[in-house]
């Protein structure tokens, strides 16, 4: 059993996977945790040193914390909370029938808790549950209102059933949010003996962490199994490709590309998705994720037109190419968004650092001048006339530094669709508006 030095008094609202693997290994951890679960057999089973189901190592860490007096359980929400710091609900959270998720456990746990509560009461509830983002803002904190000491923390769960333990003792991830920083602080601190730095957040990113995470891991499941599958009916041995894949750490398993931002162009990735699909559909083969990839991208593409056509007078848009630092139009998102903008009648000028028509050749000259001789008529060669002239400033790639403190010193409204100016406004700001 590990002290933390700074043990604290912890109530567990549901003993199902989560709430006990919780409730197990923070009372190894040396906090005094008592489990509620109406479900008797649950709590009849701990206060035996026994689970209530199999999970590999769980058996010895709840017999020894029941042992020692960190860990015990009860049905009745007082017995728990007369002595609690902070209550951690893990109710669950099922599907309801169209998918949406039935929030009853956690409504019915939070009102239990209010229920015991009394004027002056200091408690943190924290939820771990899985819930959508807006969930504790919109249920939890109203239901608490009435005591103003109480506050309310996100920390969801990521352990998986099958390694729960060693997931909980070797976090991959640990997020903690809320609107106040000494109760979330408090939370994490719950997890000070293991060796993870807890990501701080706002209480709604925490919601949504989790199911960006859920997502994420849903994606590449499928993404593995599309490309193993087209693999296999053109002769080629998918776990070869993909353990390849992973051996880049630079593009492929990393960071990259894993930032919302703006719509992918280029001479690649359109043209080589497509060539995919085309070959998969002559196996008969259906590849529904990786098919979803370019209309995704064209929703997108829609959304920050959207919220361009909804600024108003003169706009100067910042760069043309697919992405910085390139010259290359072909299937530039920013192209597409400046048909839209001059099919709707509306006044529009472009720089691009990169792209100017009296010194560009070749192949991507042609291109200016014959497939969007339009287009290259907007192009504004001083970014300075081009910052004048605007009403409001788009940046459609990611600028350089001395770049963004011009368009900063412009003064300008900005609508920043790469997610680089931390000060710009974002399209979902601006569709939040309309
Ligand atoms: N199971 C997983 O692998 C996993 C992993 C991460 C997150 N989650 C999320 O954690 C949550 C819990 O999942 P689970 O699999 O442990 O659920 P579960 O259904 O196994 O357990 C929920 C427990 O809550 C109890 N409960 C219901 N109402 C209660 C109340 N008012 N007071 C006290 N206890 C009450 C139930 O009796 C049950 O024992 C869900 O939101 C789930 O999505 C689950």
Redesign the pocket.
């Known amino acids: 059993m590990t002290d933390t030095g700074s043990s604290s008094c912890v109530a567990v ?8 693997v919780t409730a197990a290994c923070l009372a190894s951890s040396g906090h005094k945790v008592i489990g ?4 008797r057999h ?1 709590t009849d089973q701990i206060q035996q040193g026994r689970t ?2 199999y999970e590999p190592g769980l058996d010895e860490i709840v017999r020894a914390t029941v042992q020692s007096g960190h860990l015990s359980a009860v049905n009745d ?1 007082a017995d728990a909370l007369r002595s609690a710091d902070i209550a951690l609900i ?5 599907s309801e029938r169209n998918g949406n998720l039935d929030l009853d ?1 956690v409504r ?2 939070v009102r ?1 808790i209010r229920s015991h509560l009394v004027a002056g009461s200091q408690l943190i509830v924290c939820v ?4 959508f983002p807006g969930t504790c803002e919109e249920i939890v904190i109203p239901e608490l209102a009435a005591y103003p000491h109480v506050r309310v923390v996100s920390n ?6 099958g390694c ?1 333990v060693r997931d909980f003792m070797e976090p991959s991830l640990l997020v903690v949010g809320g609107p106040e920083a000494t109760s979330v602080q408090r939370v994490a601190s719950l997890y000070s003996s293991l060796d993870v730095e807890p990501c701080l957040v706002s209480l709604r990113a925490a919601e949504m962490i ?1 199911y960006a995470c859920n997502a994420f891991h849903a994606v590449k499941i499928a993404f593995a199994n599309e490309i193993g599958a087209l693999a296999g009916c053109l002769q080629v041995d998918g776990r070869e490709v993909m353990e390849t894949l992973c051996q880049d750490r630079k593009l492929n398993l990393s960071a990259a590309y894993l930032k919302p931002g703006f719509a992918f162009g280029g001479s690649c990735l359109p043209k080589d998705l497509r060539a995919l699909s085309y070959r998969a559909s002559r196996q008969d083969l259906k590849l529904p994720l990786l098919e979803a990839a370019l209309p995704s991208n064209d929703e997108h593409l829609d959304r920050a037109v959207r919220a361009v056509l909804s600024l108003p007078g003169r706009v100067g848009v910042i760069g043309l190419a697919f992405k910085e630092d390139t010259d290359d139009l072909r299937e530039s998102p920013v192209v597409r968004m400046l048909e839209s903008l001059l099919g709707k009648g509306r006044d529009v000028r472009v720089y691009d650092p990169h792209i100017r028509l009296d010194s560009i050749y070749g192949s991507n000259r042609s291109y200016i001048m014959t497939a969007i001789p339009h287009i290259g008529r907007l192009l504004e060669p001083e970014i300075g006339t081009l910052l004048n002239w605007a009403d409001n400033l788009v940046i459609a790639q990611k600028p350089s530094t001395e770049l963004a403190g011009r368009i900063a010193a412009s003064g300008r409204p900005t609508l920043d669709l790469v997610g680089s100016l931390p000060a710009a406004l974002t399209p979902a700001a601006v569709s939040a508006r309309l």
Request: glycine content about 10%.
């Open positions: 609202f549901g003993l199902g996977y989560v709430g006990c509620v679960d109406p479900d649950k209530p189901f929400a893990c109710v669950g959270t099922p456990q019915r746990v239990d771990r549950s899985t819930v969801p769960e990521f352990l998986r059933e729960a989790k």
